[in-house]
């Protein structure tokens, strides 16, 4: 797929779309309004900024230059203003470090080689040529050999011409984008022609729009058409002086345009696959159907419509298989209102235990329903706590194997957080995971070895991001020193980006990235506990290496989840039924021996049957990484 790199972003088809806030010469000569304008396009989103430079008399004659008024209307008008509003050079390091400091990239247009070459000294990582510079061979061969990628604007210019540049580009081998452009300001609805992005994608290279029509919609639609990059021009106040801010959007309308943006990316998703998200998930087991027995059955039954009735929850054979279920001998009592399982169908679960994981795994568990797993000949278990369960007593015998336990998520209708800054919230989930801690160090004289707790750390908000961050890890790290785990392995545990709660979708604001866990946990002496799905959906939202992230953590983790997962929420998906290449998985974390459980949503159902399925499909996937390394 045709693609770009500005700094360390790829830009182009299969990547997030490419903000450019075009400030250009909207500051209006003013350094301390350059600087707001980037602050305002770094809250709104923006990946970068773009300002103008220009030398004015390598541009236009002495005569314009000394009387603009011997030029045509147009240039009576223009020119006078950028003569006022062209910055002094010296403020572009103040520009250039103002948008190092807020974490945004610097773009700029180059009108001259003089100005080209000044930008080549503030180490710009792309070039942006204007619309009126796409015919302009001497500036694009001197562009070229800067060894940077061009974004270039095809207002004003027929397609042949277009055609001419791109054909002379790359027979420079240069790196470059086009950008779909009416150079009206602002632009009529019906001259924009959107579509025309289509015959940009012929020459295989990054197509994005560069928009100059009033309000955000053309923008938006753009990139749900693939635009890879959107430039529009940002102002202060549209009524201001100058002859780009009436073609502008100010902060309120860039940030909404820049939101819709993310938010349409979102919704798209890939189209490659259907899944379920978690909403459907929770909604299709309370509201979905199953077979199930109208009255007692008997063994030796022959299941007649009459035994058959369809009711909820969604927890056996679903009602599509009704008539492959009629006429089969039923081989065990059902009760009243008791689900049909595949297995009355005839379909046995086959599990091949001469091969399984060198790890020492196990699986979830509550107090009450430990024993009924003890046939998968589990070497550790994790034990679920509510916050009901850390007023309670181990009520279990002695194992010879270890033990992990899970600290709760929440209490009543809070969430555990220990990064909060409601100071009471934080406290209590101190003091939560603190009864978690001594309930397992109550248990783990029944157990060898030293027990881990997993924690989650929380970092949640309902409706909006917290910006915040490095004061969320502040909060977490002055949160995990006060807790007392001597005795214990305290591990914190990566999050999704969307998880459920209490019948809502929440936001995650940290301790998903690996750099960041890594740079977190280190310093604390700690490992962590690393949850497949979980970083699987943080990669799917961030648009990250996923296998990447788990070499990064690799050395640092003291516990797996392994489940797999899909799209942005699609969490604790059965093992094959998502997006992680399990072979590649196995071959990245290579000779990990320690403790890790199969985490699949509603795998403890029916004696543990997901948990059994995920365990021979990972054996499987181990055991083809084993012998592709070998080969």
């Known amino acids: 797929m045709p693609v770009i790199k500005i700094g360390d972003r790829l830009v182009g088809d299969g990547q997030p779309t490419y903000v450019i806030a075009e400030i250009g010469v909207n500051h209006n000569g003013i350094l301390a309004l350059a600087l707001e304008l ?3 396009a770094k809250d709104a989103g923006a990946d970068a900024v773009k300002f103008q430079k220009r030398k004015l008399d390598a541009l236009y004659g002495k ?13 009576r008008y223009l020119l006078p203003i950028l003569q006022q509003v062209e910055l002094p050079e010296r403020d572009y390091y103040e520009i250039v470090e103002h948008c190092r400091k807020v974490g945004i990239t610097f773009l700029c247009s180059a009108f001259d080689k003089e100005s080209a070459d000044f930008l080549d000294s503030l180490s710009v990582p792309a070039y942006k040529v204007a619309s009126a510079d796409l015919t302009n061979l001497p500036l694009l061969d001197h562009l070229v050999t800067k060894g940077k990628p061009l974004i270039l604007s095809t207002g004003m210019s027929r397609m042949d011409e277009v055609e001419f540049t791109v054909h002379f580009l790359k027979e420079h081998q240069a790196s470059f984008a086009l950008l779909h452009c ?8 019906e001259d924009i022609n959107l579509r025309f992005m289509e015959q940009l994608r012929k020459f295989d290279v990054p197509v994005g729009y560069s928009g100059h029509e009033r309000g955000i919609a053309i923008s938006t639609v753009a990139s749900a058409l693939g635009a890879s990059i959107i430039e529009r021009h940002l102002t202060l106040d549209r009524t201001m002086d100058g002859p780009d801010h009436a073609a502008s959007l100010e902060p309120q309308g860039f940030k909404k345009m820049v939101r819709d943006i993310r938010q349409v990316a979102e919704a798209l998703g890939t189209g490659e696959e259907k ?23 008997e063994p030796g039954t022959q299941i007649t419509a009459e035994l058959v009735a369809v009711k909820g929850p969604a927890l056996g054979l679903s009602p599509q298989f009704y008539e492959h279920l009629l006429g089969k001998t039923a081989e065990r009592i059902i009760e009243t209102d008791e689900p049909f399982l595949d297995s009355d169908l005839g379909i046995k679960l086959d599990l091949d235990f001469t091969h399984v994981l060198p790890m020492e795994y196990g699986f979830t568990v509550r107090f ?20 009901q369960d850390l007023d309670e007593h181990y009520p279990g015998g002695s194992h010879d194997f270890k033990l992990v336990t899970h600290a709760p998520e929440f209490f009543e209708r809070t969430l555990v957080d220990l990064c909060a800054f409601d100071e009471r919230q934080r406290l209590d989930s101190i003091a939560l995971i603190q009864k978690a801690i001594d309930l397992t160090r109550e248990m783990a004289p029944h157990f060898v070895g030293m027990p881990k707790v997993v924690v989650h750390p929380g970092a949640m908000s309902l409706d909006h991001p917290i910006r915040e961050r490095q004061a969320l890890y502040d909060n977490l790290r002055r949160s995990v020193e006060v807790l007392d785990y001597a005795g ?42 690393f949850d497949t799905s ?22 640092y983790i003291g ?25 590649h998985f196995f071959k990245v974390i290579g000779s990990y021996r320690g403790t890790m459980i199969t985490e699949i949503w509603r795998g403890h159902q029916r004696q543990g049957e997901g948990f059994a399925i995920a365990i021979q499909r990972l054996s499987q996937a181990y055991f083809a990484a084993q012998e592709g390394s070998q080969a």
């Open 488 to 529: 214990v392995e305290l591990l914190l545990e990566n999050l999704p980006p969307h998880p459920w709660y209490f019948g809502g979708q929440w936001l995650t604001n940290a301790f998903m990235d690996s750099a960041e866990i890594r740079d977190f946990i280190v310093p604390l002496g700690l490992n962590m506990c």
């Open 534 to 555: 979980h970083s699987k959906l943080y990669c799917n939202w961030a648009h990250q290496d996923f296998y990447e992230q788990v070499k990064i953590l690799l050395p």
């Open 63 to 75: 005569k314009y230059l000394e009387n603009a008024n011997a030029g045509e209307k147009t240039l």
């Open 368 to 387: 009450r329903d430990s024993d009924e797993l003890m046939w998968l000949r589990p070497r550790m278990l994790e034990y679920h706590f509510t916050d």
């Open 275 to 297: 899944f379920f998200s978690r909403g459907e998930i929770l909604n299709r087991e309370v509201l979905g159907k199953s077979l199930v027995a109208s009255r007692r059955i």
């Open 38 to 40: 980037i602050d305002i």
């Open 559 to 583: 516990h797996l989840h392994l489940s797999d997962a899909s799209g942005l929420d699609g969490e604790g998906l059965q093992v094959g039924e998502g997006t992680i290449d399990w072979v």
């Open 182 to 189: 009416n150079s009206t300001y602002p632009a009529a609805f």
